[in-house]
């Protein structure tokens, strides 16, 4: 039912019914529940693309789950993308998965 969750947060917007960054969040733990990462980032892009930015909960919930079966490289332009797009991201997610690839491709 991902389509059917995409389409529910087009509508909501077409509708006026405030679609904010907790909104997308709900979607988007869900996404990567099911290991739908692709599907979560692609969100993440509508989400930025509509004017809602992402928070250190979209953050934590996209690198957290994408670490799990995610090249080091796609992590860290995934940091980038979102540290762009203002992202203050949370301490902890940023120490324990994205300085380890950081400093593992700055050794080599």
């Not at 087009?10 to 679609?19: C, E, K, S, W």
């Amino acid at each position: 039912m991902i389509n059917e969750a995409f389409q529910l947060i087009l509508n909501l917007r077409n509708d006026g019914i405030l679609v904010n960054a907790v909104t997308y969040d709900t979607v988007i733990k869900f996404l990567c529940k099911y290991g739908l990462i692709d599907k979560a980032k692609e969100l993440v892009r509508v989400m930025v693309s509509q004017g809602v930015n992402p928070d250190f909960v979209t953050y934590t919930t996209l690198l957290t789950n994408a670490s799990k079966n995610t090249s080091a490289e796609e992590i860290v332009e995934l940091h980038d993308f979102m540290i762009l797009e203002g992202v203050v991201p949370d301490e902890h997610t940023y120490k324990t998965i994205v300085l380890p690839l950081v400093d593992a491709t700055t050794n080599l």
